[in-house]
């Protein structure tokens, strides 16, 4: 069931990228993928990421919470230093915008994304608020 | 505790509290500024390298610096997590809190900071149907979240009454500190900062130094030496689960 659910995703994420790559076909709505605030390459081949950023999350988060192991270059907090988007205010815009890095392509895609039940979802996290217990 | 054995450790107490004022003094050249102090651990750990069995964080807690009506430690780590509530005591997110413990024959009262004790053989692992609940090699005791089903055995089988269940959407959490509906939480004995090298939020914002963090099983420390030279005990050590937590004064 695994191995099917994981044909299936790779399929349509193939299908998607392909969709995009066809840049030409204008009349086929594709993701608007925000710029990368630095601009540079990412950690891995964009084709790499595009494919895998989703193993590498979860391989990243097994290493980084149950051994310690803590270093950043596949590490979700790293994500955020590059592909951050800035709302009018100029601040990071939380992943509740559909303009938020990962909703672009997942919102199109329709995967739902769970990172961020419990993840913050802009840099540094959120500002000391709220009611203390 | 007799009363012997009370005034004789008040004695001891009396003697390290100057000594411990004479290295805060010192201490305090090198601080940033009013209140900021550049805490350090021996040595942090690399970033590639995974904690090691080698080394047992742990605290040793004396109760008889702790201070009435003082919670600085339970403000920290709340700020330090933003753990927030819902005006709802009894479920309302708890990391550390405070005990008050009143001797009935003599009325004595003793107040200590109570939080996960981070024990060797941690009964939250022990019922964790999911694996969620487990301890890393360094004797720091985490919930995985990712795998973590909010069932809350592990609640149940905590003798300290140390963990939190989630009850409520969370939008607020800190890059280093995850939290989420549905699932278990508890002290983490700031594992962030363990790793950086820097001391739990708690321990650095005690006043009175009462929460001395530190590595149990190097004998350089000052944890272990200060084990080694003055008594301290365990809460419910009659359970034998070999606490990272240790008591004195109690």
């Given at each position: 069931?695994k191995?099917?659910r994981k044909?299936?995703r790779?399929?349509?994420?193939?299908?998607?990228?392909?969709l995009?790559?066809?840049?030409a076909m204008?009349?086929?709505?594709v993701?608007?993928?925000?710029e990368?605030?630095?601009?540079?390459?990412?950690v891995?081949e964009?084709s790499?990421?595009?494919?895998?950023?989703m193993?590498?999350?979860?391989?990243?988060?097994d290493?980084t919470l149950?051994?310690?192991?803590r270093?950043?270059?596949?590490?979700?907090?790293?994500c955020f230093t590059c592909h951050?988007?800035?709302?009018?205010?100029?601040?990071?815009?939380t992943v509740?915008?559909?303009r938020?890095?990962c909703?672009?392509?997942?919102?199109?895609?329709?995967?739902?994304v769970?990172?961020?039940?419990?993840h913050?979802?802009?840099?540094g996290?959120?500002?000391?608020t709220g009611?203390?217990? | 505790?007799?009363n012997?054995?009370?005034?004789?450790d008040?004695?001891?107490?009396?003697?390290?509290r100057?000594?411990l004022?004479g290295?805060?003094?010192l201490?305090?050249?090198?601080a940033?500024g009013?209140g900021?102090f550049f805490t350090?651990i021996?040595?942090?750990?690399?970033?590639a390298?995974p904690?090691?069995?080698?080394?047992?964080?742990?605290?040793?807690?004396?109760?008889?610096?702790?201070?009435?009506n003082?919670?600085?430690?339970?403000?920290?780590?709340?700020?330090?997590?933003?753990?927030?509530?819902?005006?709802?005591?009894e479920?309302?997110?708890?990391w550390i809190?405070t005990?008050t413990l009143?001797?009935?024959k003599?009325?004595?009262?003793?107040k200590l900071?109570?939080?996960c004790?981070?024990c060797a053989?941690?009964?939250?692992?022990d019922?964790c149907?999911?694996?969620?609940?487990?301890?890393?090699?360094?004797?720091i005791?985490l919930v995985d979240?990712h795998?973590?089903?909010?069932c809350?055995?592990?609640?149940?089988?905590?003798?300290?009454?140390a963990?939190s269940?989630?009850?409520?959407?969370?939008?607020?959490?800190k890059?280093?500190?995850?939290?989420?509906?549905g699932?278990?939480?508890?002290?983490?004995l700031c594992v962030?900062r363990?790793?950086?090298?820097?001391?739990?939020?708690?321990?650095?914002?005690?006043?009175e130094?009462?929460?001395?963090?530190?590595?149990?099983n190097?004998?350089?420390?000052d944890?272990?030496?200060?084990?080694?030279?003055?008594?301290?005990?365990?809460?419910r050590?009659?359970?034998?689960?070999d606490?990272?937590?240790?008591?004195?004064?109690?």
């Amino acid at each position: 069931m695994k191995t099917r659910r994981k044909t299936q995703r790779t399929g349509l994420v193939t299908l998607v990228f392909a969709l995009f790559s066809f840049g030409a076909m204008a009349d086929v709505p594709v993701p608007d993928i925000p710029e990368a605030i630095k601009g540079e390459q990412c950690v891995e081949e964009t084709s790499f990421m595009r494919r895998n950023h989703m193993e590498l999350l979860s391989h990243q988060r097994d290493d980084t919470l149950r051994k310690g192991i803590r270093t950043k270059k596949h590490s979700l907090k790293n994500c955020f230093t590059c592909h951050v988007v800035k709302g009018a205010d100029n601040q990071p815009v939380t992943v509740k915008d559909p303009r938020h890095f990962c909703r672009e392509c997942h919102d199109y895609a329709a995967v739902q994304v769970d990172c961020f039940q419990c993840h913050t979802s802009v840099p540094g996290g959120a500002k000391t608020t709220g009611t203390r217990p | 505790m007799n009363n012997e054995q009370q005034t004789q450790d008040n004695k001891i107490d009396n003697y390290r509290r100057k000594l411990l004022g004479g290295s805060a003094a010192l201490a305090g050249a090198a601080a940033l500024g009013p209140g900021v102090f550049f805490t350090s651990i021996a040595r942090a750990k690399p970033d590639a390298e995974p904690a090691s069995s080698e080394v047992r964080w742990g605290f040793l807690i004396d109760t008889n610096k702790c201070v009435n009506n003082c919670d600085k430690c339970v403000t920290a780590c709340n700020d330090e997590f933003n753990l927030t509530g819902f005006g709802r005591p009894e479920t309302d997110a708890q990391w550390i809190r405070t005990v008050t413990l009143r001797d009935k024959k003599t009325g004595h009262t003793t107040k200590l900071p109570l939080m996960c004790q981070h024990c060797a053989h941690p009964p939250c692992v022990d019922v964790c149907p999911t694996g969620a609940s487990f301890k890393r090699p360094d004797g720091i005791v985490l919930v995985d979240k990712h795998t973590c089903i909010g069932c809350r055995y592990c609640m149940i089988a905590c003798p300290y009454k140390a963990r939190s269940f989630v009850h409520e959407t969370i939008d607020n959490q800190k890059e280093y500190g995850p939290r989420g509906k549905g699932t278990v939480e508890s002290c983490t004995l700031c594992v962030h900062r363990v790793d950086k090298g820097e001391i739990p939020a708690c321990a650095e914002a005690c006043p009175e130094k009462a929460i001395l963090f530190g590595n149990m099983n190097d004998a350089n420390s000052d944890i272990a030496q200060r084990m080694a030279s003055t008594a301290s005990t365990e809460i419910r050590g009659d359970l034998r689960l070999d606490l990272g937590v240790r008591y004195q004064g109690i």
